[in-house]
């Protein structure tokens, strides 16, 4: 079966080959878990009692576990949104130096978020295993939605770190160069001459008594004067 040619250029598209890159995967999968994490306790996290029609977090009654997770998941989303932003304008990104430094943003983040994950996950589980089962009537799936997927988001968060990491050590160095006048002329780092590559002698004419500087060897010394010796009296 032949895939038509308009197929064939979506799939070589860019669009399409900036979607299958492992670093893309990897913040769009981050960016789902963020939103599922927020946007489930958002709704469902907050419930009241039954003898009170006070709303409560469902995390053991505490606000403070279900305002980290939002806050944590929120920020996290759009974390994941600025970088994608940023990942699609990375290949026109010329300078060394603001490459380097996005990849190094990219590895920072990275390691802070699978940390903030870690303690959230930490912090959700504990305090729903101190929770007093059966006291809401609902928000107990939204809970535990929010605990899973947090443990998640350390896993893809991990990666991403690694990702940014491997970046950093495949990022080969470019030569030193100095552009004058706009681009100019070039001054690049000469390699200094080889021991063994001879070295051209100008010819001259044996009548001529004109030489040229460059003629010179660079070895040659100023000769030494003649030393007067005493001769002894007779």
């Known amino acids: 079966m032949r895939i038509p040619e308009s197929l064939q250029d979506l799939a070589n598209s860019e669009a399409v080959q900036f979607l299958k890159r492992p670093k893309t995967i ?14 489930s306790l958002l709704t469902d996290g907050y419930q009241n009692k039954m003898e009170s029609p006070q709303l409560h977090c469902v995390l053991n009654s505490n606000n403070v576990a279900c305002l980290f997770a939002v806050g944590a998941g929120f920020l996290a989303f ?10 699609a304008q990375e290949s026109r990104i010329t300078v060394t130096r603001f490459k380097t430094a996005f990849q190094l943003l990219d590895f920072s983040l990275a390691v802070l978020w699978a940390g903030i994950w870690f303690v959230g996950f ?5 305090q729903w295993q101190h929770s007093t089962p059966k006291q809401f009537l609902l928000g107990s ?3 535990k939605a929010a605990i899973t997927f947090s443990f998640f988001s350390i896993l893809v968060w991990i990666f991403q770190a690694y990702l940014a990491f491997q970046d ?5 160095p470019v030569p030193y160069k100095r552009s004058l006048d706009e681009g100019g002329v070039v001054l690049t780092t000469l390699s200094p001459p080889s021991a063994a590559s001879p070295v051209n002698t100008p010819t001259t004419d044996p009548n001529s ?3 040229t500087s460059s003629a010179l060897s660079p070895y040659l010394t100023t000769p030494k ?3 007067l010796a ?5």
Do not use: E, H, K, Q
């Open 26 to 39: 990897a913040r769009i999968f981050a960016g789902v878990f963020s939103l599922i994490v927020f946007s």
């Open 78 to 87: 759009l974390s994941c949104l600025a970088f994608l932003m940023l990942d």
């Open 122 to 126: 930490c912090f959700l589980a504990n």
């Open 141 to 143: 799936s939204s809970a």
């Open 168 to 172: 950093l050590r495949n990022d080969t």
């Open 209 to 211: 008594l004109s030489y």
């Open 225 to 227: 004067a003649p030393r």
């Open 230 to 234: 005493m001769m002894p009296d007779n």
